[in-house]
């Protein structure tokens, strides 16, 4: 399914007067003309039971979705609808929860068997479904196609927006298996109607669609896919009506903030690279800081010191839990009670009073209270992880993060991460709030200490961590698992 991010689009952009063509009628599947079977899934449908009957399925685990094969009832119509679909020009789409490329809006198309089937669902199809659910659908149906090549994602979303009742797929799609990737996954909620972890995963199929009730828990992903060389193609969209009441959204508690340890200089001295302590240089660095409101600091520990921290972390029995949930997130990070010594030592330099001090000599913000106006009472603060990055590992922009924005300085600093590539993701994006503008891009870079600072219209994610990342041909030294102090400071 498309985002719930993504722009309105418009329908056919060619200029010129075009000869009408015939349309192509298209019959579906006679399970949508069987009366019988219709009475039998409404109830089904309202008592949230399972049913099948011939190439029709209704499950209701985890939420109720139907999925009717053959659903065109001609084998030529649908490899002519294929073929004029491929035919379309298609437009990249790609942001924090999506990678594919979509045609625009299917509604003003006139070739025949385009047209033919949009006749069919927006008029036979709409009133089955308004019958089977007991609502009036409103004539308006939103439907484009999208292509999913090898990486291409979608990730979790519930496809909630204003006036949207069911969404549904059509697939066209070559013989496909579940190691090809992109199937449609489905989640379990939890009791705050969060999505918690997938429990049905269906396989792409030719001429099979499936359709879904959009709800607060409808929450679903098209999964990665891994395929190198099959086109995931299909047909998406929209019926609209009235919208399911939704909960209040669930709030998550504020991130829990520290001030700084108090350390002296004497661990900047054992972990930092000299050339960082040199009051001169460090001018340089503010200078470049304030013009810019970002660096990198290449090399920024000693190089004994990283070398020891990306051995612990790589060979030490360290507990990672996962972050979630997968609505907003998707990464691991450390339990500190079981990092190794020199972990939790560089965790300390990035906590420490020296290294916020340090901080306001780089950018001229207000960490320290030799940097603070006298009538300041409250005390800079931060929050920290130490995070693990693998394949399919990501951050999403969601809601709540444009209500709580706020000034910050972001730190990075990651270890094992040679050989990254930015066609891996796994870089952090900065972006304009309610604007798709890309404002920075940071890469994961060894020793590479990344300071970015925003203000309360700047939101970022860390790209989804695709395929790409663990495939590499043998020898190479591209990263299949990479690390990252990640701290937020607040003066």
């Given at each position: 399914m498309s985002s719930k991010r993504q722009p309105g689009q418009g329908g056919d952009s060619d200029t010129g007067k075009k000869r009408k063509k015939r349309e192509e009628v298209a019959e579906l599947s006679a399970v949508v003309d069987d009366e019988e079977v219709k009475r039998a899934v409404r109830e089904a449908w309202s008592r949230r039971e399972h049913y099948s009957h011939g190439n029709l399925e209704l499950d209701c685990h985890p939420f109720?979705?139907?999925?009717?094969q053959n659903f065109i009832s001609s084998e030529a119509f649908v490899e002519n609808?294929?073929?004029?679909?491929?035919?379309?020009?298609?437009?990249?789409?790609?942001?924090?929860?999506?990678?594919?490329r979509q045609s625009d809006d299917l509604k003003k198309r006139t070739e025949a068997h385009i047209s033919g089937l949009r006749a069919a669902v927006f008029g036979r199809f709409r009133s089955w479904i308004g019958e089977v659910l007991g609502v009036e659908l409103e004539p308006?149906?939103?439907?484009?196609?999208?292509?999913?090549?090898?990486?291409?994602?979608?990730?979790?979303?519930?496809?909630?927006?204003?006036?949207?009742?069911?969404?549904?797929?059509?697939y066209l799609v070559p013989p496909w298996q579940s190691s090809d990737g992109g199937t449609l996954d489905l989640y379990s909620t939890d009791s705050h109607f969060q999505p918690q972890s997938i429990v049905k995963s269906l396989v792409p199929s030719w001429n099979t669609l499936v359709l879904f009730e959009v709800s607060p828990v409808s929450f679903h992903q098209v999964s990665e896919v891994l395929s190198e060389d099959k086109c995931r193609l299909s047909l998406s969209g929209w019926f609209h009506g009235p919208s399911l009441e939704r909960p209040p959204r669930h709030v998550e508690p504020p991130i829990p903030r520290s001030p700084h340890l108090p350390r002296d200089e004497t661990l900047l001295l054992e972990w930092v690279n000299p050339m960082y302590l040199d009051i001169s240089y460090q001018e340089q660095i503010q200078e470049e800081f304030e013009e810019s409101s970002e660096i990198q600091l290449k090399d920024f520990l000693k190089e004994e010191k990283f070398r020891e921290v990306n051995e612990s972390l790589r060979l030490s029995q360290v507990q990672w839990t996962r972050r979630g949930p997968p609505n907003k997130r998707c990464y691991e990070v450390a339990s500190l009670e079981t990092v190794p010594p020199c972990v939790s030592a560089c965790w300390e330099l990035l906590r420490s009073e020296a290294f916020f001090l340090l901080l306001s000599n780089f950018t001229g913000l207000r960490l320290h209270y030799l940097y603070a106006e006298k009538e300041r009472k409250d005390t800079p603060e931060c929050f920290?992880?130490?995070?693990?990055?693998?394949?399919?590992?990501?951050t999403l922009l969601h809601d709540?993060?444009?209500?709580?924005?706020?000034?910050?300085?972001?730190?990075?600093?990651?270890?094992?991460?040679?050989?990254?590539?930015?066609?891996?993701?796994?870089?952090?994006?900065y972006i304009a709030n309610e604007e798709d503008e890309e404002l920075l891009t940071v890469y994961p870079e060894e020793n590479s200490l990344a300071l970015v600072y925003r203000d309360k219209e700047t939101l970022k994610f860390v790209k989804h961590i695709n395929h790409k990342s663990s495939s590499q041909p043998a020898g190479a030294s591209a990263c299949r698992t990479f690390y990252d102090f990640s701290f937020v400071y607040y003066e």
């Open positions: 109720p979705h139907c999925i009717i609808l294929q073929r004029e679909l491929l035919d379309l020009s298609f437009h990249e789409k790609s942001n924090d929860l999506y990678k594919f308006t149906v939103d439907i484009s196609c999208a292509k999913y090549h090898h990486t291409d994602v979608l990730l979790c979303h519930d496809d909630e927006l204003e006036g949207r009742r069911v969404a549904f797929i059509l920290g992880e130490l995070r693990r990055w693998s394949h399919g590992d990501y709540g993060d444009a209500a709580r924005a706020e000034y910050a300085l972001d730190l990075v600093l990651p270890f094992g991460c040679s050989g990254e590539s930015p066609e891996f993701g796994g870089f952090t994006s």
